[in-house]
């Protein structure tokens, strides 16, 4: 069961227009919610991102958030949803292709879940990357539809036999094509500061509070590809990926080669926290 412009509906019957905006200019946004135990993760964080994109790209959400909290939890229960995800879009709505904002057009919801189970076996072996410039845009902590360039960052990773890319901007790491990035150097843990340069990833700011819980001091401070072949260890986040060690980057052995102790204690004290 889907929900596409006010109802629940079967994903055959959903009839989508050519003249939705989302086609012609990537002209929406987007949240990927996980549930665990039939519970969404993190809703209220989820709510505060798609708000705050909504309003930055000018978008008026079609309805307001406990709205869109219940269409999420019909969704997980007409589908007798465990462990998944929900995907929600939201574009500007239908309208003869022209640049300017429609003057008639009303946003459209798309929402849908899929059962999706963790990935345990990357979290606990890890996962090879690679380094590319980050050649997005300027507005990175924005959610948006525009995906080119993680598409392609993405294909890049699988083609050189790795999972993920590790973007830069002129030797600065900012994040990874779908996740954020974290390592560890002599005990303190850094990442990019969430600005405009990458997202604000809801698992991000999960980690960084088990981080303080744990007593890992946190530098949410900018930092360079040299230094990051040199951490103990690093990790990517995300809402599906949760905490995974990266252990090899370009082809060069980060730390010991397997999963640091700081990264284990954060994805020990995460399902502690989120799965019991
Ligand atoms: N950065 C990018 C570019 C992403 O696509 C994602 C996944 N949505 C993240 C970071 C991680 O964000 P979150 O923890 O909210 O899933």
Same mark, same amino acid.
Request: glycine share 6%.
């Given at each position: 069961m889907y929900f596409y412009k006010n109802e629940f509906i079967h994903k055959k019957d959903i009839q989508i227009? %050519?003249?939705? +905006?989302?086609?012609?200019?990537?002209?929406? =946004?987007?949240?990927?919610? +996980? &549930?665990? $135990?039939?519970? @969404?993760?993190?809703?209220?964080?989820?709510?505060? +991102?798609?708000? #705050?994109?909504?309003?930055?790209?000018?978008?008026?959400? %079609?309805?307001?958030?406990?709205?869109?909290?219940d269409i999420i939890n019909k969704l997980i229960h007409h589908n007798n949803l465990i462990e998944g995800t929900v995907y929600l879009q939201i574009t500007r709505g239908e309208a003869p292709r022209a640049?300017?904002?429609?003057?008639?057009?009303? %946003?459209?919801?798309?929402?849908?879940?899929?059962? &999706?189970?963790?990935? !345990?076996?990357?979290?606990?072996?890890? @996962?090879?990357? =690679?380094?590319?410039?980050?050649? #997005?845009?300027? #507005?990175?902590? /924005?959610?948006?539809? $525009? !995906?080119? %360039?993680?598409?392609? *960052?993405?294909?890049? *990773? /699988?083609?050189?036999? &790795?999972?993920?890319? @590790?973007?830069?901007?002129?030797?600065?790491?900012?994040?990874?094509?779908?996740? $954020?990035?974290?390592?560890v150097k002599d005990h303190l843990l850094y990442t990019h500061p969430a600005n405009h340069l990458i997202l604000h990833g809801i698992t991000r700011a999960v980690v960084l509070r088990l981080a303080h819980a744990l007593q890992v001091q946190v530098k949410e401070e900018p930092f360079t590809t040299e230094q990051l072949l040199q951490a103990d260890e690093v990790f990517i986040t995300g809402t599906t990926v949760e905490i995974t060690s990266i252990l090899l980057i370009d082809g060069q052995v980060i730390g010991t080669g397997t999963p640091g102790p700081i990264t284990q204690r954060l994805q020990a004290e995460f399902e502690r926290t989120f799965l019991q």
């Open positions: 227009s %050519p003249d939705d +905006r989302g086609y012609y200019f990537g002209d929406g =946004i987007y949240e990927v919610f +996980r &549930v665990y $135990n039939g519970q @969404i993760y993190e809703g209220e964080a989820h709510m505060q +991102r798609l708000e #705050r994109t909504a309003s930055e790209v000018r978008l008026q959400l %079609p309805y307001n958030n406990e709205e869109i909290i640049h300017p904002f429609p003057a008639q057009a009303e %946003p459209i919801l798309l929402a849908y879940c899929s059962e &999706v189970k963790r990935p !345990l076996s990357t979290i606990q072996n890890g @996962i090879k990357a =690679i380094t590319q410039p980050d050649i #997005r845009w300027l #507005r990175c902590d /924005l959610k948006t539809l $525009n !995906l080119l %360039p993680n598409v392609l *960052a993405k294909q890049a *990773a /699988l083609d050189h036999g &790795v999972q993920e890319v @590790i973007l830069h901007r002129e030797g600065t790491v900012t994040e990874c094509s779908a996740s $954020n990035l974290m390592m």
